[in-house]
């Protein structure tokens, strides 16, 4: 043990006599020399003495959508991270297409009697689905909180970024590097968030350039979320001769980049494409992708203090907390092409 405590002593860089203490649990160190020698523990792979070891106050589940978009693992990652912080131990539910559904995964958690559940981008989410399933976790009664899934009449605190602005900041940017023709690419219109992203664009399409409703019409195209879902509506809009595109997710914008190449156009020389969320790895991309930054971490850690509030029986106000995107300017978007009138190519559209 006394080669281990000097392995210890030298991670945590403090006394093997310090060591000693921590490890037994004796008074006369600092929490935070302590959380060192914990630390240390860890890291050089030595098991904690029981006694140190922290109680889980319980499970707590959390659903998030697929994984290949990276914006969820962010999210998940902190939520796992601050709950743990909490002293929850959290269960990750992930989705994919033709797997286990929201349902499922919550029954399974209910088996497990979780103190609570956080919902990103659930079905509430979508404005078609009945909503009335959260209500009945409400009636248990068992506390969730719901992350980028606003639903009217559900009782339970809602954590969302404000995707109206985004979509108005999408467009003032572009504008002001004087683009004229410019698009909205996003998911079907069932989704609250593409709703909200497609008023934002609209809103600022007349009060920039007095874009009238049946023209705007022209300039949206919505498809399925994702690389291949961007690239296919882009097609659409560059046919068009549009100059600027706002994508729903830095996802769709790089299937936009894709299909402007695709096309001999440049990103920006030819084309400006702004994306949404600024996923880890985006700032890499070629060119950097000019995005509206999901407040990740403010986001994540709003949605655990809601439900340790709930679960506390301090009852979080049931409203939903909008959080500012931030425009984050790369090198996707430019001054517009001198000559914006482009010859339509209606065989593509």
Request: net charge negative; aromatic share 4%.
């Amino acid at each position: 043990m006394r080669a281990r405590m000097a392995d210890i002593a030298r991670q945590a860089q403090v006394s093997e006599a310090t060591v000693s203490r921590v490890i037994n649990d004796r008074p006369g160190v600092s929490q935070e020399t302590r959380q060192a020698v914990l630390t240390a523990l860890d890291v050089l792979g030595y098991e904690r003495p029981e006694r140190l070891r922290k109680r889980s106050a319980g499970l707590v589940g959390l659903v998030v959508p697929e994984l290949e978009n990276p914006i969820f693992p962010a999210f998940a990652q902190v939520i796992e991270s601050t709950l743990a912080q909490q002293g929850y131990t959290p269960v990750l539910c992930t989705q994919s297409p033709g797997g286990v559904t929201e349902d499922e995964y919550v029954e399974m958690l209910l088996d497990r009697q979780v103190s609570g559940i956080i919902f990103v981008a659930g079905l509430s989410a979508d404005t078609t689905a009945d909503h009335a399933r959260y209500q009945r976790l409400l009636d248990r009664p068992l506390p969730i909180v719901l992350m980028n899934g606003y639903a009217e009449g559900i009782e339970a605190p809602f954590v969302s970024c404000d995707e109206r602005l985004a979509g108005d900041l999408a467009v003032t940017h572009l504008v002001a590097l004087g683009h004229r023709r410019i698009g909205l690419i996003s998911g079907p219109n069932r989704f609250i968030a593409v709703q909200r992203k497609l008023a934002g664009y609209r809103q600022a399409m007349k009060r920039e350039l007095g874009t009238a409703d049946s023209a705007l019409d022209d300039y949206v195209s919505l498809t399925l979320f994702g690389v291949e879902g961007g690239e296919v509506a882009a097609d659409r809009l560059l046919a068009m001769g549009v100059t600027g595109l706002v994508c729903g997710s830095d996802l769709m914008a790089l299937g936009a980049i894709r299909a402007a190449r695709r096309r001999g156009l440049s990103v920006p020389g030819d084309v400006s494409v702004i994306g949404f969320d600024d996923s880890p790895l985006i700032a890499f991309t070629d060119p950097p992708l000019t995005t509206l930054r999901q407040p990740v971490t403010s986001m994540a850690v709003a949605s655990v203090r809601s439900l340790m509030d709930e679960i506390n029986g301090h009852g979080a106000p049931h409203s939903e907390y909008l959080f500012r995107p931030e425009l984050v300017v790369r090198d996707s978007t430019a001054k517009a092409p001198k000559r914006q009138d482009r010859p339509v190519d209606t065989s593509a559209a």
